[in-house]
């Protein structure tokens, strides 16, 4: 009687620890609308103009910090679990080859259970918007654009995502003026 | 007198030393056996060794066998048939055994619960460890506008050329076509300027 027993407590701590330590060690590369930038390999990382990548605890952080000031942004960041983007500028640059691994990224995109969501082609102007689904539930999205003389830029952002609301707020904010100020963190200040 | 020459031959002698010593052996079967042994110093030896060693278990303290085994056991030599019964357990038994059980179950629990608090205890400690200053915040959220407004950009962007292209094709060259058209009507054929309106 008494060895089932300790048996039946012993497998329990396993699986309670087992549990505990898979929920922790939940990798942002295993959720569903996260995009291998490094394996798409798209712009050379030292060239980058902009570069951000914010992640889960980080975001909670952010939600926190302008709950009181902008809801709207708070209640964004808090469904999200990263924020990654990369922009390279064109000026100077081989806008052929950059526009090429742009394609590549968009045929993986395809081959992947990503679903277009915009793709606008005018002259040499390229913009994609592509969304992760499940369900009713869009769970990541990917935006490349490719402006010849300005930049190219990849965003992939994960988590809870309404990309009606993210576009509202993006209209809101003022990039050149986000752009103005001095970066401190990941981000870099556009040239 | 040497073993072979012994009516009583090694093999038996050793055979007979433990009933000698129970004193189970008749006298004269035991006469014999101490003439072999008076004649044999290697059968001697095994009964010196047979002695001690009856000696030692004798000394050992003897268990006490429960009655009821002893009454079962009493019945089975009598040909009854005794079925088998769970031994009859003291209550002062059950409750040591019922402690033990709980006092294993204690452990297991208080183990799981102590690992449970250190793996969260040092969760929370990598965490406090990474958690960002205020002004990293601040600047990450910066950085967080800054991507939005990127997406806000570029979707802006696409909308406009969404539009231009919708304004290209619905608006601007049916509107050329039908202005090309009414030129037409104002100019000559194949496009030559009427020479009089």
């Given amino acids: 009687m008494q060895r089932p027993l300790v048996l039946t407590l012993v497998l329990a701590l396993v699986m309670s620890l087992l549990g505990a330590a898979g929920a922790a060690a939940q990798k942002l590369e295993s959720q569903p609308g996260y995009l291998p930038i490094d394996q798409l390999n798209l712009f050379p990382v030292d060239k980058l103009s902009v570069e951000v990548n914010i992640e889960g605890p980080l975001l909670r952080m952010i939600a926190a910090a302008t709950r009181q000031d902008d809801p709207g942004f708070s209640s964004v960041m808090a469904g999200l679990k990263s924020i990654r983007l990369q922009a390279f500028p064109l000026k100077g640059a081989d806008a052929g080859a950059v526009k090429g691994r742009i394609g590549g ?27 992760k689904q499940s369900g009713e ?55 | 007198m040497t073993p072979q020459n012994d009516p009583i031959r090694c093999e038996e002698a050793l055979d007979l030393i433990e009933p000698y010593l129970d004193g189970e052996l008749p006298p004269a079967e035991a006469a014999r056996l101490r003439d072999h042994l008076e004649g044999c110093p290697a059968c001697a030896a095994e009964l010196a060794l047979a002695r ?4 030692s278990l004798r000394a050992l303290p003897q268990p006490d066998c429960p009655p009821e085994v002893i009454a079962r056991v009493v019945r089975a030599g009598r040909g009854e048939v005794v079925p088998f019964a769970a031994p009859a357990v003291s209550a002062g038994r059950r409750a040591r055994a019922v402690r ?15 690992g449970g608090t250190l793996f969260l205890h040092l969760q929370q400690q990598r965490e406090q460890e ?13 950085e967080a506008r800054l ?12 909308g406009l050329d969404v539009r231009d292209e919708v304004l290209q ?29």
């Fill in chain 2, 52 to 55: 001690r060693i009856q000696g």
């Fill in chain 1, 105 to 131: 990224a968009v045929r993986w995109l395809d081959a992947h259970g990503w679903v277009s969501s915009v793709k606008v082609r005018d002259k040499d102007q390229e913009t994609y918007i592509y969304l």
């Fill in chain 2, 147 to 158: 991507a939005l407004a990127y997406v806000g950009k570029v979707s802006r962007r696409a």
């Fill in chain 2, 169 to 197: 094709k619905r608006l601007v060259i049916p509107t050329a076509r039908s202005l090309s058209r009414s030129l037409g009507d104002l100019q000559g054929p194949a496009g030559e300027p009427r020479k009089e309106l």
């Fill in chain 1, 137 to 191: 539930k869009v769970e990541g999205l990917t935006l490349l654009s490719f402006s010849p003389g300005d930049e190219a830029v990849l965003i992939n952002i994960v988590g809870n995502i309404d990309p009606a609301q993210l576009g509202r707020l993006g209209q809101k904010f003022d990039l050149p003026q986000l752009q103005k100020v001095p970066a401190q963190g990941g981000a870099k200040k556009p040239e």
């Fill in chain 2, 130 to 142: 990474a958690r960002p200053s205020q002004a990293e915040v601040a600047e990450a959220t910066r």
């Fill in chain 2, 100 to 114: 033990g059980r709980l006092a294993a179950a204690a452990a297991v629990a208080a183990l799981a619960v102590g």
